[in-house]
């Protein structure tokens, strides 16, 4: 039972390289979540999608895109890579919105931008 | 935004012993979740509690909800070596705002030395 699925687990990229963070989960969930953790800040809402075809903005979405063709995967893209950008990034993914329904999460991707 | 804040930051104690975190947030919520997340991987649901709820139980674990005072405890019982990770509190934004965004403080590094 893989759950939620993030790759690479590790990457380091140059300023003003792009890049793409893959996310699957094999749970049928409909809802599906990026969140990026930095020391001292907890975890910060990036994007989110409610299906496939739908994708909203969370807390910080400045710099990053996303797209849900398919219920299983959620890729979140990195257009011009930014030292700033450097931080731990996780997907979750939930049956239903997360108010009321536990969130499943990878185990993350550590990015650093040089 | 609306914010969990959990106390204190860091927490040492003896395996065997009780461990109580806090957290305090803002504004009104429908429900609120606690997380753990062992040292680099990702966070994993503990328990959710509903605003109409004052108190909840999962095995080791008791969790108290004070609507009135927007905070909320969580206590680990008969601590183990286990139980070391942050744990971090997620609320949502009420019954005015989203169903789709948690918002997650930034958490309570507990150790529990054997």
């Known amino acids: 039972n893989a759950g939620v699925t993030q790759t690479p687990k590790f990457q380091v990229l140059k300023t003003g390289q792009s890049m793409t963070l893959q996310c699957a989960q094999d749970m049928n969930h409909e809802y599906m979540s990026w969140y990026r953790q930095d020391p001292g800040m907890g975890l910060r809402l990036i994007h989110y999608?409610?299906?496939?075809?739908?994708?909203d903005q969370g807390e910080v979405p400045n710099g990053y895109n996303v797209s849900r063709s398919t219920t299983e995967d959620f890729p979140l893209r990195l257009l011009s890579a930014a030292p700033s950008q450097t931080s731990v990034y996780f997907c979750?993914?939930?049956?239903?919105?997360?108010?009321?329904?536990?969130?499943?999460f990878g185990d993350g991707t550590r990015l650093s931008i040089l | 935004s609306q914010q969990g804040e959990e106390d204190p930051q860091a927490l040492s104690i003896q395996e065997g012993e009780n461990a109580t975190m806090n957290c305090s947030y803002k504004?009104?919520?429908?429900?609120l979740q606690w997380y753990r997340q062992n040292s680099g991987r990702g966070l994993v649901h503990l328990i959710l509690?509903?605003?109409?709820?004052r108190e909840k139980h999962s095995g080791r674990l008791r969790v108290t909800l004070d609507t009135s005072k927007k905070s909320s405890s969580l206590l680990i019982t008969a601590s183990r070596a286990a139980d070391t990770a942050s744990y971090f509190c997620a609320t949502d934004a009420g019954s005015g705002g989203s169903n789709y965004k948690l918002t997650f403080g930034k958490g309570t590094l507990l150790t529990v030395n054997p």
């Open positions: 999608s409610v299906g496939a075809g739908i994708t």
């Open positions: 509690i509903r605003s109409n709820e």
């Open positions: 504004t009104s919520i429908n429900n």
């Open positions: 979750a993914s939930s049956s239903g919105g997360p108010s009321n329904q536990p969130q499943h």
